[in-house]
Structure formats: structure tokens, C-alpha cells
């Protein structure tokens, strides 16, 4: 892990189906027309802005969305991700964070693991306790 500081808080990837009171769609449906998937949330993985929960979705046809969509696209269904699937969820979830990346995969990665053959997109977004703001990357 060279360049890399170790935390003495371990990320916890937390199947939302796990937690009181949480229901999962099986597809969520997309501002593109686009579904994708939920695949778990990272809580406890500090981030550059602080505390960083990460809310990770699948969809196996990512490769062609990227190349269907442009950018404002895909950070639409990004931001609405985070606005309407996150937010929810995260006031559930103990303290605040100060940023919530939302990631959308063509396959499961393993948190922290290089996957060169994965399509994968990240959108990074503020939390001021009641809406995401994009920061990009």
C-alpha cells in the first residue's frame, strides 16, 4: 500500500437489505432510461473531504450507456442516485458525512481493488444534511 495510510477504522460494506427498515427495488430506474442495480454501501472509508459513504451500483451494459451518453447524462442519473436513493438512506445511518460518492460498475469490484477490465463511473457529491451538490473528480 505504498502512498496509501492506513486507518484504523476499517470500511464496512453494508448490504443495505440488512438494515432496519430498508427496502430494495430490484432495478432502480434511471433519468436516461437507463436501470441499474444496488450493490452495497462503503461507510467508514475516510475520504478527502472527511467522512465518505459510498453508495456502489451495477449495471452490467455500462460500457455502452458510456458510450451512448454524454457526460450530462450520466451525471444525471449520478445526482439522482444520490438525491433520491442515498439521502434516504444515509440519515439512517449514524453520523453525517461530508461527501457521498456514488459509483455505477458494469461488474462487482472489490472495494479499494484495481479492476482494469471493469467499466466503472464515480461521481463525487457534498452533503450539507439536506442535498447533494456535485464536486467532481
Not at 459509483?103 to 447533494?132: H, K, L, N
Request: hydrophobic residues 45%; proline residues 8%.
Amino acid at each position: 500500500m505504498a502512498g496509501r495510510t492506513r486507518h484504523a477504522v476499517r470500511a464496512l460494506a453494508i448490504p443495505l437489505a440488512l438494515l432496519p427498515g430498508v427496502v430494495l427495488a430490484d432495478e432502480i430506474e434511471l433519468p436516461s432510461g437507463k436501470a441499474v442495480t444496488f450493490h452495497d454501501v462503503i461507510w467508514g472509508e475516510p475520504g478527502p473531504a472527511g467522512l465518505t459513504v459510498r453508495f456502489r451500483f451495477l449495471d452490467p451494459d455500462l460500457a455502452a450507456t458510456i458510450d451512448e451518453l454524454d457526460f450530462d447524462g450520466m451525471e444525471a442519473d449520478t445526482a439522482f442516485l444520490c438525491e433520491t436513493y442515498a439521502l434516504e438512506r444515509i440519515t439512517e445511518m449514524g453520523p453525517q458525512p461530508q461527501q457521498i460518492i456514488v459509483s455505477i460498475a458494469d461488474r462487482e469490484v472489490p472495494f479499494g481493488e484495481p479492476a482494469p477490465e471493469a467499466a466503472q463511473i464515480f461521481e463525487a457529491y457534498a452533503f450539507d444534511g439536506e442535498t447533494c451538490t456535485w464536486e467532481g473528480f
